[in-house]
């Protein structure tokens, strides 16, 4: 968001408070995503998702590292039900594989594919724990990329379809409906560097993937709206950018970039047009024609809550054209940019201290951040949908475990993290926002799309030759929290 240039100065303060207090209403939840931790791709009727075809791709993922097994999520259900409710979670943030329940993107449901979810969430239910479902985390069904994916506006109306299949199986149970999760990386990452499934460096396919996602969002919308039987909120979770801009020409890289990460979705989602400058900006590259007659009016829809992701904080300035154009934007560097027409704009390297990511900490951008969304969309509740941290965590068999002798991930550093940004967001509901939850990424280690399985962000340890489960230091932390509302010593 652009609002952030002049309050660089809450970043020096210290973000580590304990004993904070939140609302009772407050949600603590943990989040995940079904091509992440389910395995089990080839089972049940699943049909194969462009992240399957990335991903047995040479040379796409690191270390070749594929979502064929992942956590086996799929098949240790229950057990995963009962870990989520030993840690005291109120809410379960999960997605469901477009490609499980229609496994070419269109045409009758898959029967196994809706049991399973069914059962997720009857489990979730039974356990006193919220479920928050998402519709799209990204796998995209491959039939409807062989057809043009995203940049084809006939993948909108297939999502509608989904959206109404869904909904009539569920509607009955889920209490939060999240369209999409970071549309910004589906189209960005997917279509212009090429860093995320379906690996296309085209700058343009990137615009008008932008563009179709809004308009899916704003039909999967209106269809579970039409077809669901309880009262649920309807929501999307944006990865919006935190931006910070360095020098004179800190303002103008920042509007620029903040018109394509943030405003190209916030703009048609809730102010029902795009941005003039982004439209100006990129009229190079498009005259933005396909956008429909009608689109804009079906993507602006009431939704109950905006989900935001946060991890970092963006520094942007105009290049000045002299020596190497840094471009430390904190998304995997594959050679193409994920940002089309602006060459021109450098991201730069900030201070540290870094997560395993690359990442910069800086709670200071979450509180700045939120601040600045409710600054725009004052009426608008809020809930951070994703925050956490991977760190190099190591397993120790030291005194301090659960027993003596027995395995423990004392994930200090996490504890910190989580801490620090759990304060920003504590100070952000006293500053008068209607804040409503916060789910932490993630619940278990799992599958980091372009990074496999190196990046651990997990608050539960995976052995990935065991697939054996284990609470690090961070869970007993966190279910601490959620049992109290309160942020642990
Ligand atoms: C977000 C994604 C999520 C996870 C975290 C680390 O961009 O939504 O799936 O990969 O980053």
Known sequence: MSATTDTQSVGNEDYRDAGLQFPESFVFGSATASYQIEGAANEDGRGPSIWDTFSHTPGRVVNGDTGDVADDHYHRLEQDLDLMKSLNLQAYRFSIAWPRIQ????????QAGLDFYSKLIDGLIARGITPVATLYHWDLPQALEDEGGWTN??????????????????????????????????????????AHAPGRTEPLASLKAVHHLNLAHGLALQALRAVVSNDPQFSVTLNLHALRGEGPTGPEAVRRIDALANRAFTGPMLHGAYPADLLEDTKTLTDWSFVHEGDLENIHQKIDILGVNYYSTTLVRVWSGEGERESADGHKAVGASPWPCADDIEFLPQPGPYTEMGWNIEPSGLEELLLAVHAEFP?????VTENGVAFDDVVTTDAGGAADGAPAVHD???????????TAAHRVLEAGVDLRGYFVWSLMDNFEWGYGYSKRFGIVRVDYDTLERLPKDSAHWYAELAATNRIPA
């Open 379 to 383: 009426d608008q509740p809020l809930m």
């Open 103 to 110: 496994p070419t993107g269109r045409g009758p449901a898959n």
């Open 412 to 422: 200090d550093d996490r504890i910190d993290y989580l801490r620090r940004h759990l």
């Open 153 to 194: 506006r006939e993948t909108a109306l297939a999502f509608e379809e989904y959206a109404r299949i869904v909904g009539e199986a569920f509607g009955d149970r889920i209490a939060v409906w999240t369209t999409l999760n970071e549309p910004w990386c589906s189209a960005y990452l997917g279509y212009a560097s090429g």
